[in-house]
């Protein structure tokens, strides 16, 4: 498999989410990739931990409500170094050509710039950042371009 060469922000989907195109930062800072979720409940479902959420758009519009069994809750210290348990889920994502099954936290980012962040190990393996590009898949600051 060739390696991508991605900008320090492109345009992602995450097909099983009915979430994207959307515009998100590549952060090799960040271990995990994160999601900018709402209305954030965890329930039991046959012992296994079960989170639903809403995805919010970046005009505050809701997105698609969502559900997908818990992979774990880890520890994550966000950008102003506050730590915070966060629920993961598995879902696949498609960024350029490539789809691949990634872990992903959720969380409320709406005074971020983005409302996802993609980390290093998402990257790791499949692409290369190029700090100083931006949408070299495709796409502009506005538009996602022509998806594949």
Do not use: C
Not at 2 to 30: F, H, M, N, S, Y
Not at 32 to 60: C, K, M, N, P
Not at 72 to 99: A, C, H, M, W
């Amino acid at each position: 498999m060739k390696t991508l060469q991605v900008g320090w922000r492109e345009w992602v989907e995450l097909p099983e989410l009915a979430i994207g195109p959307i515009k998100a930062k590549v952060d090799t800072g960040a271990r995990t990739s994160a999601l900018h979720a709402i209305d954030i409940e965890i329930a039991e479902r046959d012992g296994q931990s079960w989170v639903t959420f809403t995805y919010e758009h970046e005009d505050g519009s809701l997105g698609t409500h969502n559900e997908a069994p818990v992979a774990e809750f880890r520890e994550v210290t966000n950008s102003g170094g506050q730590s915070e348990l966060r629920p993961v889920i598995k879902t696949p994502l498609k960024l350029g050509d490539v789809y691949k099954l990634i872990e992903l936290t959720l969380t409320q980012r709406d005074n971020m710039a983005y409302r996802m962040l993609v980390g290093r190990t998402t990257l790791s393996t499949d692409f290369i950042v190029a700090p100083a590009e931006s949408f070299l898949l495709g796409g502009d600051e506005a538009n996602p371009g022509n998806p594949e």
